[in-house]
């Protein structure tokens, strides 16, 4: 994040805030609401349709996967945390509830197989 950011918006003190001492996060906790420049705006219909097609097609390259994978491996969600996302799911209903006799005779058997080979046929 740039150090050289500054909110000409916030009408209360209207000269530049010095960013240069402050950490990331205190940054973007001053940069918050009212104190946003974008706080009470909208985008308009144009912006919103460049954004969702600027990425689209667009793939991760193979070490841009590996660095992600690389990030995220042996970090672990705080209790609090996981606790937000067990609330947030309550109610909802599953994916495959009700979905039964979808598969035939002969997948099934295909899927058994992989999963006796891939838990050592416990």
Known sequence: MSKNIYNPL????????????????EIID????????????????????????AFTGRKHTEE???KMSEAATGKKHS???RKQNRE?????VPWNKGKTGIYSA????KMSEVRKRYHGNK
């Open 10 to 25: 916030n009408l209360d003190n209207p000269v530049p805030v010095d960013f240069h001492d402050m950490s990331d996060h």
């Open 30 to 53: 001053h940069c918050r609401g009212e104190m946003n420049g974008f706080y009470g705006k909208k985008h308009t219909g144009a912006a919103l349709e460049n954004a969702r097609t």
């Open 64 to 66: 841009t996967k590996k």
């Open 79 to 81: 209790p609090e945390r």
């Open 88 to 92: 947030s799911h309550i109610g909802q």
């Open 106 to 109: 002969e997948t099934l058997k």
